[in-house]
């Protein structure tokens, strides 16, 4: 059966470059980086070649880049790391509705620990409005994070409008760049921010790495404890593949963004042109333009989103409902909620994000199958027969 | 120990919420930055650096100038000799 994968947000495949740039370092180059002989020293050498890598995709300092295991583990780092760096500072921060997990629940954590968290509100598509956040800062302010862009409904935040409210201020301004890095022009200086997560995930690089970008020796709490590893910052003994592998997906990523994007964007211009044509009662979700340019979301009328994706993997076609982790929770997405969608509207979500290695030819069989399985879950729906019947 | 109050630096190293033994590997990079008989404040919240940049600062040939505490960190000085 053909294969379509349309979840990159998820998860990319690891590229055939980066798993042979990883390869040596399971077993020619095994050696310890914290070790000071020849075996360990050429392994932290390559860290720092990785470090250098991954700050020239983004337009930092390789000093400025900490590994980490995940996105989340680099959210949870900024959020609770800068945090309670600063708790003698102030103890309100500022966190948007529409975050990943990781930094909302890293903001509940820190709100049982007496900081005060304000989680600011979205508009319909998606936006912080920076004058909502300039409202909501006070003197006890210390951190803000919004992230880029959503993974759920692709909207793209004003990120250096946002960040230069703090920068004024003299607050922290953290964002969770998951989604964006390897997806679009990412540069720390232009978004002008003290704090941006990466994953691998969304690189190409395996699972289980990450990296946080943090500005000027920004103080932070180290989450583990330990050794000197990530220059006392994160202790435990690398992850030195993935860490390679981050390394060379970020290289290939800074050599080939430009035409990614092109290419992307006019796939998922493809896919949501032709949704909108073929199925009746579609709502695009997220902004219309400030969006990812592979990102493509939507909330089926009289559907649910579960159903819809286990008829579509009949067909070899791989979606999401939302975030990866959130969909097997058959909880209303809180994203969707914060922008407004009316719960059961919010039961039929789905989201395409599309690569670099999708095809036209791919679109076109997605184009052919989704209507037809909306068709069939429809014909179940008592709720779609009330609607026709309207 | 010795105590000082608003001693002059001429840089500053922040080792505040690095981890143990960072405030031993630190110095000495960033010693070699500096020129002869240059100050090198180094902040630290962690209380075992009390005694060891001391003996490291004999050990290493540099000299320890003193302590000073505030409401954030320790500040502890150290005289490029060598």
């Known amino acids: 059966m053909r294969r379509v994968y ?20 399971f077993a020619e180059h095994f050696g310890n980086p914290s070790t000071i002989y020849d075996l360990g020293s050429t392994v932290l050498e390559a860290i720092d070649r990785q470090r250098a890598q991954v700050a020239r995709l983004i337009g930092a300092e390789a000093k400025d880049i ?31 509705a529409i975050e990943h997990h990781s930094v909302l629940n890293s903001g509940r954590f820190l709100e049982r620990m007496d900081f005060e968290v304000s989680f600011l509100p979205v508009d319909e598509h ?52 998951v989604a964006t890095v390897g997806n679009m022009r990412v540069d720390v200086n232009e978004l002008g921010v003290d704090l941006l997560s990466l994953s691998g995930v969304s690189l190409g690089a395996p699972k ?67 949704i909108h044509e073929r199925i009746p009662h579609v709502k695009c979700t997220g902004h219309p333009d400030r969006r990812l340019p592979g990102h493509a979301s939507f909330c089926i009328e009289a559907i649910e989103g579960e159903a819809l994706l286990l008829m579509l993997n009949q067909e070899g076609i791989y979606a999401n409902t939302g975030s990866a982790c959130a969909s097997k929770a058959l909880k209303t997405s809180p994203v969707l909620v914060a922008i407004g969608i009316r719960p059961d509207l919010a039961q039929g979500s789905i989201v395409f994000t599309v690569d670099g290695t999708n095809t036209g030819e791919e679109i076109a069989y997605v184009l052919e199958k989704f209507p037809l399985v909306v068709e069939q879950l429809r014909s179940l729906s008592p709720v779609w027969r009330k609607i026709v019947a309207a | 120990m010795k105590f000082v109050k608003d001693h002059p630096a001429d840089a500053t190293l922040d080792l505040v919420c690095r981890l143990c033994p960072l405030h031993l590997l630190e ?14 404040e180094v902040l630290t919240d962690y209380d075992g650096a009390l005694e060891d940049l001391p003996a490291w600062c004999e050990r290493c040939g540099q000299e320890f100038i003193g302590i000073e505490e505030d409401e954030e960190c320790y500040k502890l000085y150290i005289r490029k000799i060598k």
């Open chain 1, 6 to 25: 349309l979840d990159h947000a998820s998860a990319t495949p690891v590229r055939k470059a980066v798993i042979e740039a990883m390869l040596p370092y």
């Open chain 1, 66 to 96: 900490i590994f980490t295991s995940s996105g989340a583990e680099a959210n949870n780092l900024a959020v609770k790391g800068a945090a309670l760096a600063r708790r003698n500072k102030g103890n309100h921060i500022i966190i948007s």
């Open chain 1, 126 to 177: 998606g936006l912080v409005d920076p004058e909502r956040l300039a409202r909501s800062i006070t003197s006890e302010t210390i951190l803000v994070s919004i992230m880029h862009a959503n993974n759920e409904i692709g909207t793209i935040e004003p990120i250096s409008d946002l960040s230069s409210i703090c920068r004024e201020k003299g607050i922290v301004f953290h964002t969770d760049a």
């Open chain 1, 208 to 274: 289980g790495v990450g990296a946080l970008y943090f500005r000027d020796n920004l103080r932070l709490m180290p989450l583990i404890h330990g050794g000197i590893q990530e220059m006392g910052r994160r202790a435990g003994t690398e992850n030195v593949p993935g860490i390679v592998g981050l390394g060379k997906a970020a290289e290939l990523a800074t050599e080939e963004l430009p035409e990614k994007i092109k290419h992307v964007q006019q796939l998922r211009d493809l896919l949501r042109a032709g």
């Open chain 2, 27 to 40: 110095p000495g990079e960033r010693l070699k930055c500096l020129k002869k008989n240059q100050v090198l």
